[in-house]
C-alpha cells in the first residue's frame, strides 16, 4: 500500500498543480504580448492601464451594492425571510400565515422601517427599484390566481348549491349595499381628486363582500371540519362567493376604466364573449389534454407550456378588454378540466414558485402603499372604527342571519358567518386593483387594508368563542368508563399498525375504548382538492384495520404549521387519556426519545406512550420493565389490558441486575436470574422512558432486541 508522497492521490494533485502553472504562464506571456497592440486603438487599455488598475479593484467599484439586480435579490430574500418569519410567529397564536405575511409587508413599508429607519428603506427599497418588484408582484398574483381557479370544485359547488347558493348570495349583497351606503358619506373626505361617486361607492361595496376563499378552506382544514356539513357548507359558500365577487369586480373594473357608458357597455359585451368562449370552446380542448395526459411521466414540457399559455393568453386578453389580467388567470384556473391528477400536477409544477418566492412580494409592494402613519387625527381613526364595524355587521351578520334562515343550527350559523368574514389576500388584490385605477385614495386604502388584517384576525377567536359557549356538557360527551385514546401518525401504514396494536392491548376490556386516530399535513397551503386526497392516503390502513377487527375508529385530518405542536394541543383539548404516538430518528441523532418524544412527554398532559415498532404480528406476551418502585405505575396501567394477554414483569437495575421486591397483585410476577433471557420471547415490552435511556446506556439486549417496545410517561393530571 503507497502511502505519502508515493501514493497516487499525491501524484495526481501535484500533476494538477503543475498544469496550472503552466497554463498560467503560457496566459502571461500572451496578455504581455497583446499590449503591443493597444498602440493603434484610441482609448484602448482605459479600463486597465497602470494609472487606472488600482482604482479597478477599489471596493465600491467591485461591490455592486446598487446594481438593480443586486437590490432586487437582496429585496426578495429579505421578504422571504421576514414573510416566513412572521408566518410562523402567527401560526403560534392558531392565525393563518397569510396575516404573519400581511404584517410582513406593513412592517417593511414606510409604517414601521421607513417611520424609524429610513436610510434601511431608501437602500433596501430605493423607488428606481419599485417598478421591477410592481411587475414580479403582479406576475406571483397572476400564477396565485390560476391556483385559487383550479382549487374550485364545480362538483361540490352542484353538490351542496341549495343552502350555500341562498347564503352566499345574502353574504354578498347585504355588505355591498352597507358598504355602497357607507361610501355616500365618506366620498367628499377619502375619494382621490377625479373619481367619481359611482365607482367608488362600488368599490366601497366590493371591499365589504369578498370572502377570502383559499384562507377561509385552510382554516376549515387546519380546524379538521372540512367533512362536517357545517365546513362543506362554509367552503361551498366562499366558493361561489368568489365566483360572484370576482365577477362583480370586473364589472366595477369595467365601469370605473370606461369613460362613458358606450365604453362600460362595450367592456361589458366583450367580457360575456371572452366567457363564453373559454366555457365552450377552450375548456373542450382542454379536457382532451387532461384525458391522455393523467400521469406525471407523461405531462411534459409541451402540455406545461400549453396550459401556462392558455393562463396568460386569457390574463391578456381580460386586461386588455378592461377587466384586469386577474380575472382572466382565475377564469383559466376555473376552466382546467375536473380531474384530480391532472390538477394535482398541474398546481404542484406552480405553487411553490408562486406562493413563496413571487407572492411574498405582493405583500410588501401593498405594505410599501399602506401608510399607518397617514391615520394622524383622531377623526381617521374613527372612520377605520366605522368601516370595521359596517365589514362586521354586514357580512358575519348577514352570513349568519342567512344560515339560520336556511335551517342551520345558531352555532353552525354563527360559525359560517365568522368564516365568511375572513377577507385575507383577495381583499387586498381587490384594494390594490382600486388603487391602481384611481379609485381608492392612500388614506382610505390604508384604512381598508387594516380592515382586512382585522377581520382576518378575527376569525380564529371568533370560532374558539363560539365552540366555547356552544359546548356540550363533559357528561353528554362520552359515557362514563370509557378509554379515549389519540393515536398519532405520520406514514399510512404506522397508523394501521398504531391502531392494531391498541386495539390488541385494550380491545377486550370491560370498559368502552374509544379511538382516534390523527394525521396531520405540515402544510397549511395545500389546495382542497389536495388535502381530501391525501386524508384519504393516510387513513386508508387505519380504515383496513378497523373494517378487519370490526371496531370504529374516527379519524381527524388537519392541516398545521407545527405538527408536535398541534397533536399535543389536540390532546390536551381533548380530554384523552392516552396519546400513542410511533417513534422515529431525528435528523442529526438517533435517540429515538429524544426530539418530537421528549416534547410529548413534557407537555402532554394525558398518559402519552412512544411506540418501536419492531414488526408485531400479535400481542398475547408482554413484559413490563421497572427499575424502582416509582415506576410501578406501569403494573396499575396494565391492568386495563387485554384479559387474554399473558403479562410478566421484571425490576431491573440500570446495570441490568436483578432486583427483589415488587409485588404486583393480579400479575404474573417473574424475576428473570439472567436478564438477557427469554426478553426475545416477549411481542411487547412495556417500560418508562427513564428506564429505556439507563439500559439503552447499559448495553441491555433487550433494548435493541426482536420485541417492539411501548415506553409510557405518566402525567400528573392534577
Known amino acids: 500500500m503507497l502511502t505519502g508522497r508515493n501514493s497516487p492521490k499525491f501524484r495526481g494533485s501535484f500533476v494538477n498543480l503543475a498544469i496550472i502553472a503552466m497554463v498560467g504562464l503560457v496566459l502571461w506571456f500572451i496578455l504581455d504580448a497583446g499590449k503591443a497592440l493597444e498602440a493603434g486603438k484610441e482609448g484602448a487599455g482605459s479600463v486597465l492601464s497602470d494609472s487606472g488598475l488600482s482604482s479597478a479593484f477599489e471596493f465600491s467599484n467591485v461591490i455592486n451594492l446598487h446594481h438593480p439586480l443586486s437590490i432586487l435579490i437582496l429585496q426578495i430574500l429579505i421578504i422571504i425571510l421576514a414573510s416566513r418569519i412572521l408566518g410562523w410567529i402567527m401560526s403560534l397564536i392558531n392565525q393563518p400565515t397569510v396575516i404573519g405575511e400581511i404584517l410582513a409587508g406593513i412592517m417593511l413599508g414606510p409604517s414601521l422601517l421607513g417611520l424609524y429607519f429610513p436610510e434601511a428603506t431608501a437602500f433596501i427599497f430605493p423607488l428606481e427599484s419599485l417598478g421591477n418588484l410592481q411587475f414580479l408582484s403582479q406576475l406571483g398574483l397572476i400564477l396565485f390566481m390560476f391556483i385559487i ?47 367619481g361617486f359611482i365607482p367608488f361607492a362600488l368599490f366601497m361595496g366590493i371591499a365589504m363582500s369578498i370572502t377570502a376563499f383559499p384562507v377561509l378552506a385552510r382554516i376549515v382544514q387546519e380546524r379538521g371540519i372540512s367533512r362536517t356539513p357545517m365546513g362543506m357548507t362554509a367552503i361551498t359558500c366562499a366558493a361561489l362567493n368568489d365566483l360572484t365577487a370576482w365577477g362583480i369586480l370586473a364589472l366595477v373594473v369595467a365601469i370605473a376604466n370606461a369613460s362613458a357608458v358606450g365604453g362600460a357597455l362595450v367592456t361589458i359585451l366583450l367580457s360575456f364573449l371572452y366567457v363564453a368562449v373559454m366555457l365552450f370552446i377552450i375548456r373542450p380542448l382542454l379536457n382532451r389534454i387532461a384525458l391522455k395526459y393523467t400521469v406525471r411521466e407523461t405531462i411534459s414540457k409541451l402540455v406545461v407550456a400549453m396550459v401556462l399559455s392558455t393562463m396568460l393568453l386569457s390574463s391578456y386578453i381580460t386586461e386588455v378588454i378592461g377587466i384586469h389580467a386577474l380575472f382572466g388567470a382565475f377564469m383559466a384556473g376555473v376552466i382546467i ?59 358575519f351578520a348577514g352570513s349568519a342571519l342567512a344560515a339560520r334562515f336556511t335551517g342551520q343550527s345558531w352555532k353552525d350559523s354563527l360559525l359560517i358567518g365568522a368564516l365568511m368574514n375572513t377577507r385575507g389576500l383577495i381583499e387586498l388584490i381587490a384594494l390594490n386593483i382600486g388603487y391602481d385605477i384611481g379609485v381608492l385614495s392612500p388614506e382610505i386604502f390604508t384604512i381598508l387594508v387594516l380592515m382586512a388584517l382585522v377581520t382576518t384576525f378575527m376569525t380564529g377567536p371568533a370560532m374558539s368563542m363560539i365552540n366555547y359557549f356552544f359546548r356540550k356538557p363533559e357528561a353528554e360527551q362520552l359515557a362514563f368508563g370509557t378509554l379515549k385514546v389519540l393515536i398519532a401518525f405520520g406514514p399510512p401504514e404506522a397508523g394501521g399498525r398504531l391502531t392494531s396494536m391498541v386495539n390488541n392491548l385494550f380491545g377486550n376490556r370491560k370498559k368502552g375504548l374509544k379511538i382516534t386516530a390523527m394525521h396531520l399535513t405540515p402544510n397549511t397551503e395545500i389546495s382542497i382538492k389536495n388535502a381530501k386526497q391525501f386524508e384519504e392516503e393516510a387513513f386508508s390502513k387505519v380504515m383496513e384495520v378497523a373494517a378487519e377487527k370490526g371496531i370504529e375508529v374516527k379519524a381527524v385530518y388537519r392541516t398545521a404549521e407545527n405538527v408536535s405542536q398541534e397533536i399535543t394541543k389536540s390532546a390536551n383539548r381533548g380530554k384523552f387519556d392516552l396519546l ?39 400481542i398475547s406476551k408482554i413484559l413490563i420493565i421497572t427499575e424502582s418502585d416509582e415506576e410501578s405505575y406501569l403494573h396499575t396501567f396494565a391492568k386495563g389490558f387485554n384479559p387474554d394477554c399473558r403479562i410478566d414483569s421484571a425490576c431491573l437495575t440500570p446495570l441490568a441486575v436483578p432486583v427483589k421486591g415488587v409485588e404486583v397483585p393480579a400479575i404474573q410476577n417473574i424475576m428473570l436470574q439472567k436478564a438477557d433471557e427469554n426478553f426475545s420471547s416477549y411481542d411487547l415490552i412495556i417500560a418508562t422512558i427513564n428506564c429505556f435511556r439507563n439500559q439503552r446506556d447499559a448495553g441491555a439486549s433487550w433494548v435493541d432486541g426482536k420485541a417492539s417496545i411501548l415506553l409510557i410517561g405518566k402525567r400528573d393530571k392534577t
Not at 588 to 596: A, E
Open 580 to 618: 400513542i404516538v410511533g417513534s422515529s430518528r431525528p435528523l442529526l441523532s438517533q435517540d429515538q426519545t429524544g426530539g418530537r418524544a421528549r416534547y410529548f412527554f413534557e407537555k402532554t398532559k394525558c398518559d402519552v406512550g412512544l411506540f418501536i415498532d419492531r414488526d408485531f404480528d400479535k
Open 149 to 195: 381557479g383550479m382549487e374550485l370544485d364545480i362538483g361540490v359547488l352542484k353538490k351542496h348549491a341549495g343552502a350555500a347558493v341562498f347564503i352566499s348570495n345574502t353574504s354578498i349583497v347585504v355588505p355591498f349595499v352597507m358598504g355602497s351606503g357607507l361610501a355616500y358619506f365618506l366620498y367628499n373626505s377619502f375619494a382621490p381628486p377625479g373619481a
Open 337 to 395: 378540466p375536473d380531474n384530480i391528477r391532472f390538477k394535482q400536477i398541474m398546481a404542484e409544477k406552480i405553487e411553490d414558485v408562486s406562493l413563496v418566492l413571487l407572492l411574498p412580494l405582493f405583500f410588501v409592494y401593498t405594505g410599501l402603499r399602506t401608510e399607518i402613519g397617514l391615520l394622524n387625527e383622531p377623526g381617521l381613526w374613527l372612520t377605520g372604527l366605522l368601516v370595521v364595524g359596517v365589514a362586521v355587521a354586514g357580512k
